[in-house]
């Protein structure tokens, strides 16, 4: 068993886990935060002793172990707190323990969205924009969690970045009711149903694959592929009257991976009908300004502010890479404390049809003469299928490029061996069976064992 991919993993990481006996305390006064980052390569355990904290508005139990890895947050005292922790990475280091300072914003706003929830059957439906490293993500998933802490509402949480996995792979954008709570030791939120069993409530997410690293590859796409997410999304509130109530909170990329004159910001705006914009920074940045110039002088009073998010820790390209890498191994793996096994089989070249997304930076010459928004095909070999992430679409495998894209997924498999003597290839998938009779897109995507 300890020979088969990902399982090592798992292995390993429960070694890390009682590598480190050594506990310390660790006082937090109300209103005080501590600021973390535990890499790849160690474990962070956390028990609450005594108080009440929370993790993106996620409360941690007492006396519980609370584990941590490859992750950078923050632990908010609400009110006094004594903690344990255990972590051979943070022995000898100064910790990070500061007052927050922006929490009262994320109050107020909450209990404003919790009014606008009792006040009408039509939910809220807000947009968190700003650019990197400012806190929309964790803005967006602390609202998440403070929604259904109290009643049972079900919020639909938007994810529009595809560079981030949450609840699906990198590359994918996706929209999914939050009715439980969210795990704070994952920097993903939590398991989505793909993953298989999991200690909390799986979600389910509406998934839409934009295949790309990054929104400028095809600007013209990623808007076609939100309006898509849009058009099923706003279906399923329209479906269920508790998520209709409950509104939706929607998580934008940084203003500057978008166009300049915020194209992509203005589709998100009209095809998810939003009624409130929450702007992440000053009241001084040039983003600001134009956001309130995109829009009616009747609307300016629904463009809030609040600032930067002192809880926030700055992330890197490399930190953000690994937490792809990791999205993509927990779809397939799951996690240490949750291990799913998925199932490799054998595929003829002749039994595919693979397409991908046109990346309109390499191929420029082209780009008059052709529809950004339409498919190529791919030739099957092991320079451009091997370690690759690819999608299923529940399109058939003689479809044109236009019915592809309009697909809807099945899920994900990565091919982990190209065969070209043979004509054959090993496809990893997350359930067992015989490779469905659809077309594959391939993603930008490589994960190697």
């Known amino acids: 068993m300890e020979s088969l991919p990902g399982i090592n993993d798992a292995s390993s990481n429960q070694e890390v886990v009682n590598g480190d006996d050594e506990i310390h305390d660790l006082s937090l006064k109300k209103g005080d935060e501590w600021k973390i980052g535990v890499s790849s390569d160690n474990k962070l355990i956390v028990k609450i002793i005594h108080g009440i904290a929370e993790i993106f508005g996620t409360e941690l139990a007492n006396n519980k172990d609370y584990v941590f890895q490859n992750f950078k947050f923050s632990i908010f005292a609400v009110e006094d707190v004594e903690l344990q922790w255990r972590c051979m990475e943070l022995v000898g280091t100064n910790l990070s323990v500061q007052e927050n300072i922006t929490a009262k914003y994320i109050y107020n706003l909450h209990f404003a969205l919790e009014k606008l929830r009792a006040a009408s059957f039509d939910g809220p439906k807000i947009m968190i924009v700003g650019n990197s490293n400012t806190g929309k993500t964790s803005l967006t998933r602390t609202l998440c969690s403070y929604a259904i802490k109290y009643k049972t509402y079900q919020p639909l949480f938007v994810n529009l970045n595809p560079a981030e996995g949450i609840f699906t792979v990198p590359g994918a954008i996706s929209a999914t009711p939050v009715s439980d709570?969210?795990?704070?030791?994952?920097?993903?939120?939590?398991?989505?149903m793909t993953s298989g069993a999991t200690e909390l409530h799986s979600k389910q997410p509406l998934v839409k694959n934009f295949g790309l690293e990054y929104i400028r590859e095809n600007r013209e796409l990623y808007k076609v592929v939100i309006s898509q997410l849009a058009e099923v999304a706003m279906n399923r509130m329209q479906n269920d009257a508790l998520v209709h109530r409950s509104g939706c909170i929607i998580n934008t990329p940084p203003l500057e991976d978008l166009d300049d004159d915020l194209s992509e910001l203005l589709v998100s705006f009209n095809q998810f009908k939003v009624n409130y914009i929450i702007y992440l920074g000053e009241e001084t940045d040039e983003n600001f300004s134009k956001i309130k110039k995109m829009f009616p002088e009747s609307f300016l009073a629904n463009i809030l502010r609040i600032p930067k998010l002192s809880g926030i820790i700055p992330t890197d390209d490399i930190?953000?890479?690994?937490?792809?890498?990791?999205?993509?191994?927990?779809?397939?793996?799951?996690?240490?404390?949750?291990?799913?096994?998925?199932?490799?089989?054998?595929?003829?070249?002749?039994?595919?049809?693979?397409?991908?997304?046109?990346?309109?930076?390499?191929?420029?010459e082209n780009m008059e003469q052709s529809s950004p928004s339409k498919y190529t095909s791919v030739e099957i070999n092991a320079s451009n299928l091997q370690h690759s992430l690819v999608s299923l679409t529940y399109a058939d495998r003689k479809e044109n490029e236009s019915a592809v894209q309009k697909a809807a997924i099945l899920g994900y498999g990565l091919v982990t061996e190209v065969n070209e003597k043979r004509h054959k290839l090993r496809i990893l998938l997350p359930v067992p069976g015989a490779l469905p009779n659809k077309a594959m897109v391939l993603t930008s995507y490589r994960y190697l064992e």
């Open 319 to 364: 930190y953000k890479r690994s937490l792809q890498r990791s999205s993509i191994r927990e779809y397939f793996y799951g996690t240490y404390n949750s291990v799913l096994s998925p199932y490799t089989i054998g595929v003829d070249f002749d039994d595919l049809t693979v397409w991908k997304p046109k990346n309109m930076i390499e191929d420029q």
């Open 181 to 192: 709570i969210l795990d704070p030791q994952s920097s993903r939120w939590g398991q989505s």
